[in-house]
Structure formats: structure tokens, C-alpha cells
């Protein structure tokens, strides 16, 4: 082909033998144009447009001088051309059309396969639309709706953002995102709620967090603050499973379990100071971080020497006294209640100093296990 083009170009004779080859050639690549796999369709429309090119070359510069080719019959070779120029016409036309709705092709393959229930090659080919067309609204809420349904919530997000400022949004699409957002924001808070009651604090913590980058970035008018109060409690909820496992691993005699999880709890609680509260209302909190607070005192005491400091009497008194709370609580918890008794007994005959403030629960603890000493 190339020689006849050259031959032409430079005003030549033409070659004749050269002219069966390209018609031959011509045929092939048009019957090879596929209109059906919607991964070629935007190729072989272009490939339409290159065979259109070389035909119509063909024609301005060989068709005119086909007379002097002797063994070659005119009329057949013209016909022959002008069927294969009409079979390329029918191809481009519909290539060109459906070049322009391959998204929507892939987007229907990907809802064939929901059909049957395969997630998998659904989202195969949602990602196939997706890349012919980026911010196609359809196939965005499709892949969302099915990344939801497999608690992939974070990769939720993202498209949501992607819908809300970039997507070309019809009404239809709006009133399902509304739908969506709905979905997503009470099945989000009402499942992390559950996680806290069944004391899954950190699965519930994930949620929470989710949700808070939810109402922080999609406009969205219903966020209240219950997700941050969810965060607060789930937080908690975390503070309060290390110390849990750690009062657990205490009373199994496991010394090392126990001191990594006040630890994790002790390292927690520094990270989220400004989240957790002030006060922790829960007795756990109070009993188990008083006894990690002294764990963590004697061991600093050991491993770094210092001088003993001189207390007044009105000093020495309140650390005795704090001192034996803190004992009474371990002991407490360690089901030594009989020694725990003797202990805040006496914690109660110091209070008579009227020389320290005195800690209610020690009255409280105290008059709880004579019930159980008498």
C-alpha cells in the first residue's frame, strides 16, 4: 500500500499488483472493527477514522487511474471499493455512537452481575465505566451503594465527595444521595452505639470517627452531635478495656499482662487528655487508676534513688491516709475483703484528725464490707 501512495505522491505510474493488496488489506481491518466489547469501542472508533483516511486516499489518487491497470477489471475493483466504503460507514456511525456509552455499557454489565449476586465483577466493571467517564453520577452511586453493603465506609466517603463536587448531578441523583446519607449516618451511629453497650469501644471509636468526617465534609443538615458524643464514650470505652484486662491479668497473677495493659491505658489517656473528661464517672476508672497511679510511684521510687522528703504531720497524715485507700481498693478488687476491712478501718480512725480532706469512698467501701466481715 505504501507503494502505491508513493507512486501516486510522486506522480508515477501506478503499481497494480499493489492495488489487489490493499483491497484485501482494506476488507480485513473493517471486519475486524469490533462493536461489541465496550473496552475497544473508543480504539476501534479511532481505527474507523484512520481506515476512512487511507480509503479516501485511495480514491482522490488511485481510483482515477485504474483504467491503465490492463489485468485489473474496473468495474469489479470500484464496487469491490465502494462495498468496502460502505461497510466502514456502518461501523464508524455505530462506533461513534457508542463510544460516547461505554460507561453506560460497563455500568449495565456491572448491573447484570449484581443480579447474580457477584459483587465482585459488579464492581470490576463499575471500575470500567468509571474510567471512561470519572464523575459519572450512576455508576458512582451504584459502586457507593455496594462498597456500603460491604462496610467499606471510608471508601463511602470519598465517593460522596466526589458526587458532591465534581459529579454533573440530576435531580434523581440528588434525592439518592439524600436517601444514602440517611442510610449511612443512622446505621453508622445506631451500630457504634450497640458496640459501646456490648463494650466493643474500639470497633464502636472507628465508627464514631467515620461519622465525624461524614458530617465534617458531605453537606449534609441533619449531624447533630451525637457522633461526638459517641466518640467521647467509645474512648472511654477504650480507656476502660485496658484497665479491665489489666485488673483481670491481676487477679490471674499474670504481673506482666497486667503492667503492659496500664500501660496502654496510662499512654491512652495521655493521647486523648483533651477528649476524655476530667472526671470519669465509672468507679472502674477511679478504683484503677488510683492502684496504677501507686504501681507507678513505686516503681519510679525503685529505679530512681532520692532523698526522702520531710512532710508536716498534716502532710504525713493525708499521704497515710490516701495510702491506705488505695490498698483497701487492691484489695477489694483482689476479693481480699477481710484484710480490705482492717485497712480502710483504720483509714477511718485517722479521719478523726480533722487534718486532711477526707475521701468519701472510704465510708463508703468500708460500711459496703461489713456486711460481708460481720
Known amino acids: 500500500m505504501v507503494s502505491v501512495f508513493h507512486s501516486i505522491d510522486a506522480q508515477i505510474n501506478i503499481d497494480c499488483h499493489t492495488i489487489e493488496d490493499f483491497l484485501l488489506k482494506s476488507e480485513n481491518k473493517v471486519k475486524k472493527l469490533n462493536i461489541e466489547d465496550p473496552e475497544l469501542i473508543p480504539l476501534h472508533y479511532f481505527l474507523a477514522l484512520d481506515i476512512e483516511k487511507e480509503l479516501d486516499n485511495f480514491y ?38 457508542l463510544s460516547k456509552q461505554v460507561d453506560s455499557i460497563f455500568l449495565n454489565k456491572a448491573i447484570r452481575e449484581l443480579y447474580d449476586y457477584n459483587h465482585a465483577n459488579a464492581l470490576f466493571f463499575i471500575d470500567k465505566s468509571l474510567q471512561f467517564n470519572p464523575v459519572y453520577p450512576d455508576a458512582l452511586l ?22 458532591y463536587y465534581e459529579a454533573p448531578l440530576q435531580r434523581k441523583h ?41 458530617c465534617t465534609n458531605i453537606p449534609v443538615e441533619y449531624c447533630n452531635d451525637d457522633y461526638y458524643h459517641g466518640i467521647l464514650r467509645s474512648r472511654e470505652g477504650v480507656y476502660e478495656s485496658y484497665l479491665i484486662i489489666a485488673k483481670v491479668a491481676s487477679e490471674k497473677g499474670n504481673k506482666e499482662i497486667e503492667q503492659k495493659f496500664l500501660d496502654y491505658a496510662e499512654e491512652y489517656r495521655a493521647a486523648n487528655r483533651q477528649e476524655l473528661p476530667q472526671q470519669l464517672q465509672s468507679t472502674v476508672f477511679q478504683d484503677i487508676s488510683l492502684i496504677y497511679a501507686e504501681k507507678k510511684q513505686e516503681k519510679e521510687e525503685i529505679s530512681i534513688p532520692k532523698e526522702s522528703p520531710k512532710y508536716s504531720y498534716f502532710e504525713t497524715m493525708a499521704k497515710k491516709y490516701n495510702q491506705l485507700l488505695i490498698e483497701g481498693i487492691a484489695l477489694t478488687l483482689d476479693n481480699n475483703f477481710k484484710k480490705a476491712y482492717e485497712i480502710l478501718k483504720e483509714a477511718l480512725e485517722l479521719e478523726n484528725c480533722h487534718c486532711f480532706p477526707k475521701d468519701e469512698r472510704v465510708r463508703i467501701l468500708y460500711n459496703a464490707l461489713c456486711k460481708n466481715c460481720n
Open 60 to 97: 482522490q489518487k488511485i481510483i482515477p487511474q485504474l483504467t491503465t491497470c490492463k489485468e485489473l477489471n474496473y468495474y469489479e475493483t470500484v464496487t469491490r471499493f465502494d462495498d468496502i466504503v460502505f461497510k466502514l460507514s456502518v461501523k464508524k456511525l455505530k462506533l461513534a455512537t
Open 142 to 163: 451504584l459502586k457507593t451503594k455496594i462498597l456500603f453493603e460491604e462496610k467499606a465506609y471510608q471508601e463511602c466517603l470519598t465517593l460522596l465527595h466526589t458526587l
Open 174 to 214: 440528588e434525592i439518592k444521595i439524600s436517601d444514602f446519607n440517611i442510610l449511612f449516618y443512622s446505621t453508622l451511629y445506631y451500630t457504634a452505639d450497640s458496640l459501646i453497650k456490648i463494650e466493643k469501644a474500639t470497633e464502636a471509636l472507628d465508627l464514631f470517627k467515620t461519622l465525624e468526617t461524614f
